[in-house]
């Protein structure tokens, strides 16, 4: 089956730890982003990818880090330097080519920080 | 700065009622308009609008976009409590620009009674 898997589902840290959030797609896209997602708001872009080793800065990137070693993997770490991390982080993928490139996400991973 | 409005943030109905749900944006280079469901979890794609004037349709569900007056509406008729959901629009600019990236409205959270 094709589609983006994010895991954990719920993770719960401490104030202070950084933590790590992964992303996989098999649906073969170029393109990979991190959104974040608080109560009653909408999407709001933390990072994107466009192509392995390559990545942008969206637009709340403070206190977050990412990498693009695979082109079906986008791990977000989110660090201590993040003032407010418990949210709701969805990620997606897309073509990055044709006029058919909407993107899907992944089920989301909902981050606590205790 | 790209910026994409919807209203209303919240709508409650009776099943079988029709809603109308509206998106306003202001953004540089505009390529295209796409509306997602989210039931929870990941958002799911419903349409994306890239021609002004012309109709988009699904079942109950269909949109239209106005590239004159920078604005968009996504129409559900006879409204079943399997619609409730919040309703997300998110603009796209050209790729020349920034990519295939989105910028998100607030959503709308429309709960449908029976």
């Known amino acids: 089956d094709g589609g983006i898997t994010q895991s954990p589902k719920y993770l719960f840290r401490k104030e202070g730890q950084n933590v790590t959030l992964s992303c996989e797609q098999n649906?073969?896209?170029?393109?990979m982003y991190w959104y974040r997602q608080d109560p009653g708001q909408g999407l709001r872009l933390i990072y994107y990818?466009?192509?392995?080793?390559?990545?942008q800065k969206g637009d709340i990137a403070e206190g977050y880090s990412v990498s693009r070693e695979k082109k079906e993997s986008f791990p977000l770490t989110v660090t201590s330097a993040q003032k407010n991390p418990t949210a709701f982080y969805l990620c997606?993928?897309?073509?990055?080519?044709?006029?058919?490139?909407?993107?899907?996400f992944g089920p989301g991973t909902r981050l606590t920080v205790l | 700065e790209d910026k994409v409005v919807q209203s209303p943030l919240s709508l409650v109905v009776h099943e079988g009622d029709t809603v109308t749900l509206n998106c306003s944006y202001e953004?540089?280079?505009?390529?295209?308009l796409l509306w997602y469901k989210q039931e929870k979890k990941a958002p799911t794609f419903l349409f994306m609008l890239?021609?002004?004037?012309i109709e988009k349709k699904s079942g109950r569900l269909s949109s239209i976009l106005d590239k004159k007056e920078l604005f968009s509406i996504l129409n559900i008729t006879a409204t079943q409590t399997g619609d409730s959901a919040v309703y997300l629009c998110?603009?796209?600019?050209?790729?020349?620009?920034?990519?295939?990236?989105?910028?998100f409205g607030e959503g709308t959270q429309l709960t449908v009674n029976p």
């Open positions: 649906l073969n896209h170029d393109a």
């Open positions: 990818s466009q192509i392995v080793n390559d990545f």
């Open positions: 890239t021609s002004s004037g």
């Open positions: 997606a993928s897309s073509r990055t080519s044709g006029d058919y490139n909407e993107q899907f």
């Open positions: 998110a603009s796209r600019p050209s790729r020349e620009t920034s990519g295939s990236r989105l910028t």
């Open positions: 953004v540089t280079n505009f390529r295209s």
